[in-house]
């Protein structure tokens, strides 16, 4: 795979090189640059992506080298690192460095294990878990394990994964018995009974250290509705704090240094458009005990427009978390629920926040299938409790939420994450009307939820759609179905025209 | 995947920016860099690897984002391009072109497909293909592309692939009525036989445009070796002229515009380091099509440290080779051998290059295992002339061989591609003896090849081992059992202390 002569000749560390920041952003792979007459290194005999180490910072650093022919960007006698790179190895420009090359990582061989069908070992998962934190995979090589793992894996691997992808950091939340947390697998728009129940459990006092995502394919992720009522971008010091004052938190994981394998990991799976459950469940559970959560409740919708399309699926995916949850000591609680339509009716972040707070104000107008979605799943969490009795849940959840207790335990989540500046509602809106009286006998989670993209929900919260009929509904000829709202010309009516080609419902 | 907003403001083609040439070379993938500030796109939004089409070429450039921070790099107004996609767009700096978002291409479904187990159909084959060619996907796309489908494919899926990759530009060959060619699967270190079996195949008359590699792990390639005799570097238009005029020729592939996806989908199977059995053949089979080789003699070595291990292995890729050769049209004639210990003495260029000329000149000391295997083969080779009587072949090659024709066709060969400037054998020489009496009961492939690389063989054709003793000689205690031969002081050291440890050598 190397010139050994090279290898020698850098392994010598006689020839130095001089350090100096290319400020090149390389979403998340680390990059060496040389000059192609560099001191130290013959380029013109490389003829593929090569590993290097960089020597000289506290810990070497692994990169993938790239040839320069303008000394401009890096001379002869300098060694380059992209930005990414840079920060890691945390010296100033100037640094003298030394170089060598990477032999392949023998974790890789495992993944030709894997193509040929066999079942990994718990220190192999590790292993590769490792050379993944460590950078010494290249991107190609972590999407090659997720392909050649994503086909098949026995529970007992889903279990290693996991384990391998806790990592050394776990939050520790010394004084509480108990830590609960909840998570949706997704794929129903409108779907943020998250944010209603980490209101509700808090207000009854168990410690639920809430962590979530930003949307790449959907029209809001949990940490961009609630980014409109709160900063989410908190450290582990923050939520520490937040919690033993509020009993609740909710925030995003980016600054957080827990689970460090998977920054990378849901990377790639992104960049390939490739996610299988077996991964998910991992990378889930794995987030979630490093948090030192103790109790988790996993929501699966099932419908046929949703992400899992049936229950033989969903009961998969049910068993799968239960045996793992159980294997690493978190205690998992998996309800199959009802994906078949959105719920509640707005979607999109400002729209959604505006339909979580009005039931928290236990307005009139509240969607009432977000609110009790919302009370079954927080209903389920309360009876974590060992304290509370049986089939109490939902009572005492519903009661918190009458009460008012829920909108006060938010409000001072709100007022400790810092509350955000209030984003507007898109202007620009289109209602989408019946063209035939009857009743709504269906609607579609992916049309709705793309109609939504289009008009511009995943990066502005204020574009979306509000639905004014839901499954079951009589409408009249005429009568609006649902609202476009968008901030941009271009995208309205890019939503609008795919609106009206196919606006997602079946009347009958 | 994307900001609609954003590929809308840039779909306008309102903003336009100035090409610039960065001198990066990036190993085969296409990179985009613009400025953090960019004007005709809000870089803070961008949260991956991001695909990009630059417009203002013959065809649209596709590339992938890099954001950049330093105005020397690019500017706001600039749109940098890395060595691969500036020659390949062709455009002169400055030229004023517009920039667009590339939705993931459709056939990226194909790769979810595989995985979850599906056979893929030929225009799925063909659409993976032509992104490949097209730059469409990344070289993870690659990487998922080849860990999916590497785990089964079907012998109908692998014809698929096989036609895809030929591709469009298939080499003409008018006025012959047969075209041969000759490809070992390889594992053996010094089985150098293509080169002289091209001297016999073009002595006797058949037109042989043999195509080869450079190394990547073994000691030599057959690129390699013939590269000590001649220049290897040769177009289309100087391979067609030398075959009309001297019958053969040996080239390697780097200037060959056929099986175009064929350099993407090598390299990152060398970056990843897994290549499967039905990629080979299709990829071996797609480039002797597209070389327009009519009949083609596959030689399968099999030993116990040879690339494949047992019979059974090799008869399923015979099998498979013949399927696939009988429906694309190419005689595909398959033959398993004996890899069970080197074949010839030298292992490394120079020394591989002195057997051959040996051979050729009907030398005393000429390594007769290595000349009965190219009669071997040479034979069955003559034999797909319909004029040939069964069973004569190899009889006419020893003659074209004993009578010094081949030696003759050889050197026209060698005149014609241009003599290479002979590179010298290394010079650093040690004995590795033998520690008792005996009979040589085996050598090790995977050994022998791995001191020969460790003494600097893949980059150095002057670095080998030459072996003085094969199985089933006998040997007294301190006699030679081969040289190691090595350019530097410190590959020398490297590979002789490997052979103290464990010279390859079985003695019984």
């Known amino acids: 795979m190397y010139n050994k002569r090279q290898k020698q000749n850098l392994c010598n560390g006689t020839k130095m090189l001089a350090l100096k920041h290319i400020a090149i952003n390389s979403f998340n792979e680390n990059i060496v640059y ?21 020597h ?36 100033p420009e100037g640094t003298i460095v030394t170089l060598s090359l990477t032999p392949p990582p023998p974790s890789l061989n495992s993944i030709k294990r894997k193509i040929a069908g066999n079942i990994l070992s718990p220190a192999e998962y590790n292993n590769i878990v490792n050379d993944i934190i460590n950078k010494r995979y290249s991107n190609m090589d972590v999407a090659s394990f997720l392909v050649a793992s994503g086909a098949f894996m026995t529970p007992q691997e889903v279990l290693s994964f996991t384990q391998a992808l806790i990592g050394n950091n776990t939050v520790n939340w010394d004084n509480e018995s108990i830590v609960v947390d909840h998570h949706c697998l997704g794929g129903v728009p409108g779907n943020k009974t998250d944010i209603i129940l980490t209101a509700i ?19 809001a992720g949990v940490a961009d509705t609630m980014s409109v009522l709160a900063n989410v971008d908190l450290t582990e010091e923050e939520i520490h704090e937040i919690v033993s004052e509020n009993r609740g938190v909710l925030s995003c994981l980016r600054n957080l240094e827990i689970a460090p394998a998977n920054r990378t990991i849901s990377t790639v ?22 948090m030192g959560v103790t109790n988790l409740l996993i929501d699966i919708p099932v419908g046929p427009n949703s992400r899992i399309r049936n229950t033989r699926e969903a009961m998969q995916i049910r068993k799968l978390a239960e045996y793992v949850g159980d294997q690493i000591g978190i205690e998992v609680e998996a309800v ?26 236990n307005k009139d107008d509240a969607p ?21 009795r049986g089939g109490q849940g939902y009572f005492v959840a519903k009661e918190l939420l009458d009460s008012g207790q829920a909108l006060e335990a938010m409000n001072k989540i709100i007022h400790a994450q810092g509350k955000a500046p209030q984003p507007v509602l898109g202007n620009l809106v289109r209602e989408v009307i019946a063209r035939e009286e009857g009743t709504v ?21 204020g574009a979306g759609i509000d639905l004014l009929k839901k499954v079951g509904d009589h409408v009249e000829e005429g009568e609006t179905l649902f609202r476009i709202h968008s901030m941009s010309q271009s995208e309205f009516e890019y939503a609008c025209s795919m609106a009206e080609g196919n606006n997602g419902y079946t009347i009958a």
């Open 34 to 54: 040389l000059h192609r007459n560099c001191v130290a290194y013959k380029m013109d005999e490389i003829r593929f992506l090569t590993k290097v180490e960089v």
């Open 56 to 91: 000289g910072g506290a810990q070497p650093l692994h990169g993938f080298l790239q040839i320069v022919e303008d000394e401009n960007i890096v001379t002869p006698d300098e060694i380059g690192l992209n930005t990414e790179a840079f920060e890691q190895l945390n010296l």
């Open 201 to 219: 459990v808090a207000a009854y006092g168990l410690p639920i250290p809430k962590t979530a995502s930003h949307s790449l394919s959907a029209c």
């Open 269 to 290: 799976e992104r960049q390939i458009g490739i996610t299988q459950q077996q991964h998910l469940i991992a990378e889930i559970l794995a987030i979630k005990v490093a």
């Open 336 to 361: 199959i629920t009802d994906g078949s339509e959105p719920i509640g009716n707005g979607i999109g972040a400002v729209l959604e926040a505006r339909d979580i707070m009005k039931i928290l104000r």
């Open 368 to 388: 009432q299938d977000l609110r009790e979605k919302s009370l079954f799943l927080a209903g389920r969490i309360l009876e974590f409790d060992p304290k509370l």
């Open 441 to 461: 006998e269906s609607i579609d989670n992916s049309r709705i939820n793309k109609i939504g993209v289009l008009a511009g929900a995943i990066q502005n919260p």
